[in-house]
């Protein structure tokens, strides 16, 4: 069996920690990453300057609380390991807000989530979501 998630997080503080594009594409590049090496599926994803908002499909052992900590957790290390800056920011080491908000979607529902994913950002980076 497998659950999707509607994930999203904030950076600590509601920062735009995400404004630069090698930031953007690092934090994008790092949930695809954590993603697949935990056995989790990214439909569809949205980074923006200060949140990321994603659907996720992850089977039934998965709880909504270890997608979170999972993808959060791999993200931010990747942020501190590409910029060494950010501990000056978040000096105890924590990129995101402690918490997320979190909605279970069924199968009838998923393009309406996608299609909002895709379409409430205003982000020219995210462009190529409309083309997929």
Same mark, same amino acid.
């Given at each position: #069996?497998?659950?999707?998630?509607?994930? +999203?997080?904030?950076?600590?503080? $509601?920062?735009?920690?995400?404004?630069?594009?090698?930031?953007?594409?690092?934090?994008? =590049?790092?949930?695809?990453?954590?993603? /697949? $090496?935990?056995? @989790?599926?990214?439909?569809? @994803? /949205?980074?923006?300057?200060?949140?990321?908002?994603? @659907?996720?499909?992850?089977?039934? $052992?998965?709880?909504?609380?270890?997608? =979170?900590?999972? @993808?959060?957790?791999?993200?931010?290390?990747?942020?501190?390991?590409?910029?060494?800056?950010? /501990?000056? $920011?978040?000096?105890? #080491?924590?990129?995101?807000?402690?918490?997320?908000?979190?909605? +279970?979607?069924?199968?009838?529902?998923?393009?309406?989530?996608?299609?909002?994913?895709?379409?409430?950002?205003?982000?020219?980076?995210?462009?190529?979501?409309?083309?997929?």
């Amino acid at each position: #069996g497998q659950v999707v998630f509607d994930l +999203t997080w904030c950076t600590k503080y $509601r920062y735009k920690m995400l404004k630069q594009d090698r930031f953007f594409n690092a934090c994008e =590049a790092s949930i695809h990453a954590a993603a /697949s $090496r935990h056995g @989790l599926e990214i439909l569809e @994803l /949205s980074v923006m300057p200060e949140h990321v908002h994603c @659907l996720v499909q992850c089977p039934a $052992r998965v709880s909504a609380a270890q997608a =979170a900590q999972l @993808l959060k957790g791999s993200s931010a290390r990747a942020m501190f390991l590409l910029e060494q800056k950010f /501990s000056l $920011r978040y000096p105890r #080491g924590h990129f995101w807000s402690a918490r997320y908000h979190v909605n +279970t979607v069924g199968e009838a529902n998923i393009q309406t989530a996608r299609a909002y994913i895709r379409a409430q950002h205003n982000d020219p980076r995210q462009q190529t979501l409309a083309a997929n």
